[in-house]
């Protein structure tokens, strides 16, 4: 499998640092507001390069965290007259409604930053014994002329960036030994969160949250780090200075960056009005189609979401979900088990196209060839199976539209809702094992219930039940 990656500006091979492994990284938003549909780009890219590598067989520990304090996040709830904590909780939960609806997997870990201050208090520590940073009245700065390698990822040339710096006097930074140093911890102003460290009263800088995450629940070397390119820097490169320098080893092997969301051929902006919100688009479409969208392009380039788009996004999506319910019909209604000797030629144009997809998906995941072929297989589908074919091959089509769709992260086939009297007769099936105290029964069917959203209640006058 080839991964572009960012350090060497090439695709390389990758290689686990442990055989069947794969430890990864995202940046994760700051919660100060409702996502926007560029917040969503990176959660969709790097979901989908989980759910492959786990399709062909990898155990990935996927870390993405939450940025809970930050000046935006403060500077909102003092807007509203509300504590940080509460914007941030907010907002934390509703991210997560909108991660659901795009059908981003939860996270192996994710780690909020108010969470994990020991962690940034002990490295900040290690940086100022190693000599890499120092406390200058109760803020500490990261040195960044100790860390040779400083540009590595960004390719910037630490003189060019010196000479930049110069013009740009930043006020109350006038205690650092030199411009180019960066924030690890902050002195709280009046009114701020504050957590107490051997320094100052204060909070953390941004970039020290994720080397600190990242150290903890990945450990000191980590296979793939990711975000929206405008990390790179200076945040990507901060990170690695601050993680190399402490922990005396190459941080991540890969640094894979998505290309930015512009709306109209415009970068996406509040004041020019040109903005939405992932929550916006939910009102039109089923953000199924948005992670469709989204897929439709190379995650490296730029993507351009327009009205027209998207509706070519919803056509594309409903051709696979028409196809899929047809197969579905074609098999309550076959009449033959086995495979024919002309399905079975067919199957093999399955399995060619499935190797395709792989090809597609290995080569720095492409996204948009991986949907061409989905919609290869759907033609197949659509010319080759119809009522006298064998439930074998209807299912064979089925099976392989829909693993691969999932593991684009779309839903191809919706789980059917259930009747009134299907849900009746196990509510029944509950009360006789219960009479016969048989509780694991009687609990399984609750949990069957509840798994396809019906939630049942006892009461005194019998089991009453809804929907989700
Ligand atoms: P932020 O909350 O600004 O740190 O952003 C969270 C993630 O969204 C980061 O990985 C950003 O790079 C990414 N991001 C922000 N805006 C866009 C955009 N317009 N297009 C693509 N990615 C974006
Ligand atoms: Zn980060």
């Not at 102003?189 to 995450?213: A, L, N, Q």
């Not at 392989?400 to 009297?421: F, N, P, R």
């Not at 196990?426 to 105290?437: G, P, T, V």
């Amino acid at each position: 499998m080839k991964i572009y990656n960012t350090m060497t500006r090439r695709k390389e091979d990758f290689i686990p640092l442990e055989n069947g492994k794969v430890r990864m990284y995202v940046c994760g938003p700051t919660v100060y507001n409702l996502i926007h549909i560029g917040n969503a780009r990176p959660m969709i890219i790097f979901d989908t390069v989980r759910r492959y590598m786990e399709y062909i067989g990898y155990d990935v520990n996927y870390v993405t965290n939450f940025t809970d304090v930050d000046d935006k996040i403060i500077k909102a709830a003092n807007e509203e007259g509300v504590s940080p904590e509460e914007i941030a909780g907010r907002y934390i939960a509703e991210c997560k409604k909108d991660m659901e609806a795009l059908n981003v997997k939860e996270a192996t870990k994710h780690p909020l930053a108010t969470e994990e201050i020991d962690g940034m208090i002990a490295m900040i520590g290690t940086l100022i014994q190693k000599g890499y940073a120092y406390n200058s009245n109760g803020t500490v700065y990261f040195r960044t002329r100790k860390f040779d390698e400083y540009g590595k990822l960004s390719k910037k040339n630490i003189d060019d960036l010196e000479a930049g710096h110069r013009e740009i006097k930043v006020s109350g930074e006038e205690n650092k030994e030199d411009p180019l140093d960066f924030v690890l911890w902050k002195p709280k102003k009046e009114g701020e969160p504050y957590w107490t460290s051997p320094w100052s009263d204060g909070r953390p800088g941004w970039h020290i949250e994720c080397s600190v995450m990242s150290k903890k629940y990945l450990g000191d070397q980590i296979d793939i780090h990711a975000g929206g390119e405008d990390l790179i820097f200076p945040h990507h490169e901060n990170e690695i200075a601050q993680s190399e320098a402490a922990n005396g080893r190459e941080f991540a092997k890969y640094w894979m960056h998505n290309g930015f969301l512009n709306i109209d051929n415009k970068k996406m902006s509040k004041s020019v009005g040109n903005f939405f919100t992932v929550r916006d688009i939910s009102e039109k479409y089923d953000l199924q189609v948005l992670r469709f969208f989204m897929l439709s392009a190379h995650y490296r380039s730029p993507i351009n979401f327009s009205a027209e788009l998207m509706e070519a996004a919803k056509n594309g999506l409903d051709r696979i979900l028409t196809a899929v319910e047809n197969l579905n019909h074609l098999s309550e209604n076959a009449v033959t088990e086995e495979l024919t000797g002309e399905e079975s030629e067919n199957v093999c144009k399955i399995n060619t196209l499935v190797e395709k997809y792989k090809a597609a998906m290995e080569d720095d995941f492409n996204t948009a060839d991986a949907v061409s072929v989905i919609f290869e297989l759907v033609k197949l589908a659509n010319t080759t199976a119809g009522e006298s074919s064998s439930k074998a091959y209807i299912g064979e089509l089925k099976k392989q539209i829909v693993t691969l769709s999932d593991v684009l992260g779309i839903i191809a086939e919706k789980e059917k809702e259930m009747l009134d009297s299907e849900i009746e007769i196990l509510i029944a099936e509950r009360q006789n094992a219960r009479k016969e105290k048989n509780f694991a029964r009687a609990d399984e069917i609750r949990e069957e219930l509840l798994e396809r959203g019906i939630i049942l209640e006892d009461t005194r006058e019998g089991v009453k039940w809804k929907r989700v």
